[in-house]
């Protein structure tokens, strides 16, 4: 026999008697399945049930509760029942000023709002936005689509600063609150808000939304029993979109285009309007162009326009500017100061403008370096330029806009 049988032969015998040993073990040791189970006696009275329910907490006792937790106590509801209602229900006592809010918003808020609350980046604006809730891309703020202060109290109270929610105290929720107002020039530089005075505020899109009423309005066509087949007699295609290759192109293309170019044809007569208007005399233009550069130093003009870059944040300048957070500023050099008439101008610059005082080289280098100084209770929180060279290459540039 070889050695391999051999092997195998006394593995196989020693596999038998390993079997024989557990089988052995378990007959004698391992407990047979009883024909009937044990049952609970169902008596509450019984010393099982007694044992189940001393091991329950004694809170389950009481039919009301389910045995998880309590109630919470009046002092953890107050904790956590922060948020405020329009009408005022939520707002804790307390006040903060508009010059307060201004500290604590640069503090805490510009370096994603901005200094003036018109936003840094990517982050959102919270003034400005004036009269642009129907254009293409509407500027939704505080002051231009919010209806009720109590979302701005709520907001800043409960999720702001970002990173550190629910450090503010009420006084100074009430302050920065009062700067966003005033950012939004709905209120005075010398404004406190308080819990009295609060609902006095009005907020300019407060009329701007209606009442959802879609429950009784419109849910319940939504229950009724569909049109499945035959709803209609014929079907037809009764308007075209704007672009006219996602209409599917079967009938009626021919008129199609002719509806497009009847709308499109005050646009053109509009088109040649302009042209007729922006065409003058070549000498003309010539001699302007030659007398604006001879007024202006084009290269401090050239310079001034890059250091502009730090005020575009508040103010435009050129064609189609308009106000943002502070004036538009063509025609500035050699007006009185706060003359632009739809703008809402500190109180200090408007007794300034009625004194006389005109923007001018010297008035403006005041100014630019020094805002806060010049004009007591400015709006511009700017800190200013500190070298000559950039003053006066702003004032050039300012100039330009301003023959």
């Known amino acids: 026999m070889s050695k391999s049988l051999k092997l195998y032969g006394l593995s196989g015998v020693g596999a038998v008697a390993l079997l ?138 409960r999720s702001m600063p970002f990173g ?23 209120v ?67 008129e199609a285009e002719d509806a497009m170019e009847e709308a499109n044809a005050d646009t053109a007569a509009d088109e040649k309007i302009e042209q007729m208007a922006e065409a003058e005399p070549e000498e003309a233009a010539a001699e302007e162009v030659a007398t604006e550069e001879a007024a202006l130093d084009m290269a401090l003009v050239e310079d001034g326009e890059k250091v502009f870059r730090k005020c575009k944040a508040c103010h435009q300048v050129g064609d189609g500017a308009k106000n943002r957070v502070g004036p538009q500023l063509n025609d500035v050099i050699g007006r009185h100061m706060a003359a632009v008439g739809d703008f809402k101008y500190s109180k200090t610059l408007q007794s300034m403008g009625e004194e006389g005082l005109v923007w001018n080289a010297e008035t403006m280098a005041e100014f630019l370096s020094d805002p806060r100084g010049y004009v007591k209770g400015t709006k511009m929180s700017f800190n200013g330029l500190r070298k000559d060279e950039d003053i006066a290459a702003v004032t050039e540039y300012l100039k330009s806009f301003s023959q």
Request: one cysteine or more; aromatic letters at 10%.
């Open 20 to 157: 024989t040993a557990a089988y052995n073990f378990a007959d004698r040791n391992v407990a047979s399945m009883p024909d009937e189970m044990p049952i609970v006696s169902a008596d509450a009275g019984s010393p099982d049930m007694m044992f189940i329910a001393a091991a329950r907490a004694d809170e389950a006792a009481e039919a009301k509760r389910l045995g998880l937790g309590r109630e919470a106590l009046p002092e953890e509801v107050a904790a956590w029942d922060l948020d405020v209602s329009p009408d005022g229900t939520g707002l804790p006592e307390g006040s903060g000023s508009v010059m307060d809010g201004e500290t604590l918003f640069i503090d805490n808020c510009a370096i994603c709002h901005g200094d003036f609350a018109e936003g840094v980046g990517n982050w959102p604006k919270l003034a400005g936005g004036d009269d642009t809730l129907a254009d293409k891309d509407p500027v939704k703020t505080v002051g231009s689509y919010w209806p009720y202060l109590s979302t701005a109290w709520d907001y800043v109270h």
């Open 164 to 186: 550190a929610a629910q450090t503010m105290s009420a006084d100074d929720t009430y302050a920065i609150v009062a700067y966003i107002l005033y950012s939004n020039y709905l």
């Open 188 to 254: 005075d530089e010398d404004f406190v808000l308080t819990n009295e005075n609060f609902l006095e505020v009005e907020m300019p899109n407060a009329d701007g939304f209606i009442v959802d009423d879609r429950a009784e309005t419109e849910y319940p066509r939504f229950s009724e029993e569909a049109c499945m087949e035959n709803c209609k007699d014929s079907v037809e295609i009764t308007m075209r979109a704007a672009v006219l290759d996602v209409t599917p192109e079967e009938e009626g293309e021919a």
